[in-house]
T-cell receptor, first 119, second 114 residues
Framework: GAVVSQHPSWVICKSGTSVKIECRSLDFQATTMFWYRQFPKQSLMLMAT?????????EQGVEKDKFLINHASLTLSTLTVTSAHPEDSSFYIC???????????????FGDGTRLSIL | AQKVTQAQTEISVVEKEDVTLDCVYETRDTTYYLFWYKQPPSGELVFLIRRNSFDEQNEISGRYSWNFQKSTSSFNFTITASQVVDSAVYFC???????????FGTGTSLTVIP
């Protein structure tokens, strides 16, 4: 069964709307979660690293005021796309490690992704 | 610089043919991990294999096999007797000891023709 749950799986909304995507680790705690974005027929690009109890670390070129990340508990990270526009339409995927202290020695589990379409 | 290179953008094979997907990586870490994922049209990532840098043994799992060669920084993936259900995008990924993020290749879209 899934160990990382991502919700919603599909969102269609009007331009200017803010959209929140949730990423939950099931049956394990994740101090670190990752958010990726994938444009059609392209690779997954890391957007940001979400750290429980502290600020997220954003990759170069990703607007932190545009993509708000909150990691308020050890099992939940949220990504909010604020004032979304058509160019934000993409496939967003989160992932979590079982224990980030051991780095990537532990499996990283991916959510099933959220397909965001902004009209 | 691209850390993971998948030179093959698209591959088409006829069912039952063997196909090899290439992956070349770049890292300065001595400890690192390599992965292959399958992404069907529905979008979710399906984990196929994880290999750490100290284990160069080739692995076989059913019709799937992987060839890890540190000397050429390659981690190639072979599907034998391909089936239509193998049609998907396949991603090779690298994770380094320092940090947890994954570096994905650009993916290879495999189409198996019946």
């Amino acid at each position: 069964g899934a160990v990382v749950s991502q919700h919603p799986s599909w969102v269609i909304c009007k331009s200017g709307t803010s959209v929140k995507i949730e990423c939950r680790s099931l049956d394990f705690q994740a101090t670190t979660m990752f958010w990726y974005r994938q444009f059609p027929k392209q690779s997954l690009m890391l957007m940001a690293t979400s750290n429980e109890g502290s600020k997220a670390t954003y990759e170069q070129g990703v607007e932190k005021d545009k993509f708000l990340i909150n990691h308020a508990s050890l099992t939940l990270s949220t990504l909010t796309v604020t004032s979304a526009h058509p160019e934000d339409s993409s496939f967003y995927i989160c992932s979590a490690n079982l224990d980030s202290l051991y780095g990537s020695n532990q499996p990283q589990h991916f959510g099933d992704g959220t397909r965001l379409s902004i009209l | 610089a691209q850390k993971v290179t998948q030179a093959q953008t698209e591959i088409s094979v006829v069912e039952k043919e063997d196909v090899t997907l290439d992956c070349v990586y770049e890292t300065r870490d001595t400890t690192y991990y390599l992965f292959w994922y399958k992404q069907p049209p529905s979008g979710e990532l399906v984990f196929l294999i994880r290999r750490n840098s100290f284990d160069e043994q080739n692995e076989i799992s059913g019709r799937y096999s992987w060839n890890f060669q540190k000397s050429t920084s390659s981690f190639n993936f072979t599907i034998t007797a391909s089936q239509v259900v193998d049609s998907a995008v396949y991603f090779c990924a690298l994770s380094e000891r320092t940090g947890n993020q994954f570096y994905f290749g650009t993916g290879t879209s495999l189409t198996v023709i019946p």
